[in-house]
């Protein structure tokens, strides 16, 4: 079923960032993106994205959380189940659960990325043209990449699976433009993806009418101890209009006491001191803010840049919040300094034009 010629596309995510940046690229081409916490969002919209919040669960729980909301997206006309670039989470487990539950004919297994540095080459999952398993994520303590070689991560059960190579963006859109029948198909890949789908599926590129009257004070939170984070953060600073609140780059015994209390810290801040954008590095960093902002649902507006979505909630008391947030190893130093004078451009615009 289309709606004004569009497909309904069901995205399933296993982070928010993940689910926020798997939507972006369909906005950009003209579709309407809502995204959910942890359940299908109560507004309706071409595409409807799912964190299932599963990467910080075990296996298990993670397998039977994917399996129900794959149920609850089976109907749509196309079916994307995101897996972060660098293989971490539980990939394997979340890809027989979604394949299984969405009722789909072949499985596409693409997590390429090449604008982020993450390609894929004879089978196996590069960053920076290194194996992923022997880089930083294959140590990072919460959630490491034990795999490089895609067809490990594949599970027996699935017999009908395209694994895709891909070492340019142009490479990969080609790969995925000639795949007859999308519908058919349980699409498995990373923002490298969702930009060639939405270019098949919606050719024609729309530009943004979106306002962003009332940027004016920006709070950046760096929940992330990758050091790429720390390092965008110093570009930061503080200065007038924006505030930056930053954990420790130290890995410590206890690293979700130091999420929980920058996480609350930020909704504090936000609610008292009226910041009209949160920029968050890490989707469990988003996650825990949007907790205690209580927010559930929200609506995609753009791209900052790619694989750096920015979106659109409402708080309590019915006041508009931005929410800008990306993964906490993407980007380069200066990806923060970017998005925030971007903000303020965008501000400055709407108080002249007031």
């Known amino acids: 079923m289309r709606t004004n010629g569009q497909h309904l596309i069901g995205i399933l995510a296993d982070d928010l960032t993940s689910a926020a940046d798997g939507a972006a690229p369909f906005v950009q081409r003209g579709f309407r993106a809502v995204v959910g916490r942890h359940r299908l969002p109560p507004e309706e919209a071409a ?3 799912v964190d299932s919040g599963s990467r910080s669960v075990a296996s298990l729980q993670a397998a039977g959380r ?3 909301l794959a149920k609850q997206l089976a ?4 079916l994307y189940k995101t897996v972060d670039s660098t293989l971490r989470g539980h990939v394997k487990a979340e890809m027989e659960a979604a394949f299984t539950a969405s009722g789909r004919k072949l499985l596409v297994f693409a997590p390429a990325f090449p604008g982020a540095g993450r390609t894929t080459v004879s089978g196996v999952q590069l960053v920076d043209g290194i194996p992923v398993a022997e880089t930083g994520y294959g140590r990072d303590p919460v959630h490491p990449a034990r795999h490089s070689r895609l067809v490990e991560l594949v599970p027996s059960s699935i017999g009908n699976v395209v694994i895709l190579d891909a070492a340019t963006q ?3 859109d080609a790969k995925i433009a000639a795949l007859p ?4 198909i349980l699409w498995l890949g990373s923002p490298g993806m969702a930009l060639a789908l939405a270019k098949r599926l919606a050719p024609v590129q729309v530009a943004s009418d979106v306002t962003m009257a009332g940027s004016r004070e920006i709070l950046v939170v760096v929940g992330s101890a990758n050091p790429r984070s720390h390092r965008q953060a ?3 600073g503080g200065g007038r209009g924006v505030a930056l609140l930053r954990a420790p780059l130290e890995r410590i015994d206890d690293p979700s ?5 920058i996480a609350q810290a930020a909704a504090r801040k936000i609610v008292d001191e009226h910041f009209d954008v949160v920029m968050a590095t890490g989707g469990e960093t988003m996650e825990a803010i949007l907790v205690g902002l209580d927010i ?3 609506e995609i507006l753009q791209e900052l840049e790619p694989g750096f979505p920015l979106g659109r909630a409402s708080l309590a008391n019915g006041r508009e919040l931005l929410i800008a947030m990306k993964a906490g190893g993407f980007g380069d130093d200066d990806t923060l300094r970017r998005a925030v004078a971007r903000l303020r451009a965008c501000a400055s615009v709407s108080e002249k034009v007031l």
């Open 257 to 261: 006491s130091i999420l929980r209390d």
């Open 181 to 184: 029948d999308p519908e058919s």
């Open 234 to 236: 110093d570009q930061v």
């Open 66 to 68: 994917v399996s129900d």
């Open 75 to 78: 109907s749509r006309d196309v």
């Open 170 to 172: 142009d490479e990969l």
């Open 296 to 298: 559930s649902a929200f």
């Open 47 to 49: 595409i409807v994205a």
